[in-house]
């Protein structure tokens, strides 16, 4: 017969000792404190949402435990979370913002990782489908006219917005984010001494 009596509601850890005639071995004995426990769902979908666009849903959380919370909560993108570290009484409740921000069309996955200050992990599994929105430019290409020089020519491009969201947009030379960041890292190489670069101008 073993008698636990705690002083305190926190953890415990001892190891008893048993020895017979021929052999001595140890019994790992634990007791379990208070625990904070979040009340996350086990998944969240954010379903279909526009690429290169901020989707955003609303997770209300709250202390189901016997301990009050604290905790931060770790993810990826195209997921991020706020606020990302806490605390929580309990019985209280407080909201949290997901957001989805894909930039790349398809299917993405990740999940949140909700740390306790104890070292307990909790997961939720996060899912969202990105696709294109019906915005396009009336032509795909223009063709400027011989320009005489200190003269100057243009050309009108109208672009159409026949999706449900709003679209913020901006004029780049890449395609994407990683082409991008390549062409900048590559300007940003160090310049060795003897080195020669060359660049061309196309007016």
């Not at 850890?13 to 904070?36: D, N, Q, S, W, Y």
């Not at 905790?71 to 993108?77: E, G, L, Q, S």
């Not at 996955?109 to 915005?135: H, P, Q, W």
Request: proline fraction near 4%.
């Amino acid at each position: 017969r073993i008698l636990f009596t705690p002083e305190e509601n926190k953890d415990y850890a001892h190891t008893l000792t048993c020895v017979t005639e021929r052999e001595k071995f140890i019994v790992p004995i634990k007791a379990r404190g208070a625990r904070a426990i979040l009340d996350f769902p086990d998944k969240l979908n954010f379903s279909t949402c526009p690429v290169k666009y901020s989707t955003q849903k609303i997770l209300l959380v709250r202390n189901i435990g016997n301990k009050n919370a604290v905790f931060h909560i770790k993810t990826c993108r195209p997921f991020s979370v706020e606020p990302a570290v806490g605390t929580l009484n309990v019985g209280e409740s407080m909201q949290l913002e997901v957001e989805f921000a894909p930039q790349s069309v398809g299917d993405h996955s990740g999940r949140l990782i909700v740390c306790y200050d104890t070292g307990e992990k909790v997961f939720v599994s996060l899912y969202g489908a990105a696709i294109d929105m019906n915005i396009r430019l009336d032509k795909n290409s223009l063709t400027i006219e011989k320009t005489y020089i200190s003269l100057a020519n243009q050309r009108t491009i109208t672009i159409h917005n026949r999706s449900n969201i709003i679209a913020h947009f901006l004029w780049k030379v890449f395609a994407t984010q990683q082409e991008e960041d390549r062409e900048k890292y590559r300007w940003m190489a160090p310049f060795v001494p003897g080195q020669v670069w060359t660049w061309e101008y196309f007016f």
